[in-house]
């Protein structure tokens, strides 16, 4: 199997009210491929979401290194400057979060074509792009609305639509269906299995969800900021 990311040692902590110190990641170590759905998975508290982030480039660690593999470029992701991260995140990373953090002034193509406007490609050019990738999340008829006139399903159609746009190597999700019904959830979960047969796209999901983990290729079951266990 191919590499696209490698954790080594991952060592994360936060202080809070300048004194109090909780160790969040405690040494992690992993291996993500190519086109396969990583669930990282584990009861609230144990660090999921801080894993991800620093799997990411969201967050720095502590400790530790975190390498890309993207065909002959090779990152370790923190060592970079932060304009080369913010543009390794645009080429080649998404994101899907819980909340949708649409722009509620913008309709589902504006929000869609975003990230390619910021790439730097012509509003024409992008609006092109976003229209044919919310066809491929089934929402053609939904173009012109705008955030507050969607379903909880749709929206999340929407982010997931705004984060293959650019075609990215990886996308990380967390906790995606937090707060979707068991339809919107499972409409969700199938469209993520589709697109990664589509586009050979790498998914990486923080969830408690044993449904979300059903659909995963290997399961990380983390404990008290530590992998302890990875199911194929």
Do not use: W
């Not at 809070?16 to 669930?39: A, F, H, P, Q, W």
């Not at 994101?95 to 193509?109: G, K, M, R, T």
């Not at 999340?137 to 929407?158: A, D, F």
Request: glycine share 6%; hydrophobic share 40%.
């Amino acid at each position: 199997m191919e590499k696209i990311v490698v954790a080594k040692g991952i060592k994360k902590s936060y202080i809070k009210n300048k004194s109090i110190r909780t160790v969040v990641l405690k040494g992690i170590d992993l291996e993500i491929y190519r086109g396969e759905i990583l669930c990282i998975m584990g009861p609230s508290g144990v660090g999921k979401s801080t894993l991800l982030y620093v799997l990411s480039s969201l967050e720095e660690p502590d400790e530790g290194v975190v390498t890309y593999y993207l065909n002959e470029e090779i990152y370790e992701i923190h060592k970079q400057k932060p304009d080369e991260i913010a543009n390794l995140r645009n080429r080649k990373i998404g994101f899907v979060f819980q909340f949708h953090y649409l722009l509620p002034e913008f309709d589902a193509l504006e929000n869609v074509a975003m990230p390619l406007i910021i790439r730097g490609i012509k509003s024409k050019e992008a609006q092109k792009q976003a229209k044919e990738m919310l066809g491929i999340v089934g929402l053609n008829n939904r173009l012109n609305h705008r955030p507050y006139e969607l379903s909880g399903g749709e929206q999340q159609r929407v982010a997931i639509a705004r984060a293959l746009v650019t075609h990215p190597a990886i996308v990380f999700a967390d906790e995606p269906t937090g707060n979707l019904d068991t339809n919107s959830a499972k409409t969700f979960l199938d469209l993520i299995v589709d697109l990664k047969e589509k586009f050979r796209t790498t998914f990486v999901i923080a969830t408690h969800s044993l449904e979300v983990a059903s659909y995963a290729t290997r399961i990380a079951k983390m404990k008290d900021g530590l992998i302890v266990e990875i199911i194929s």
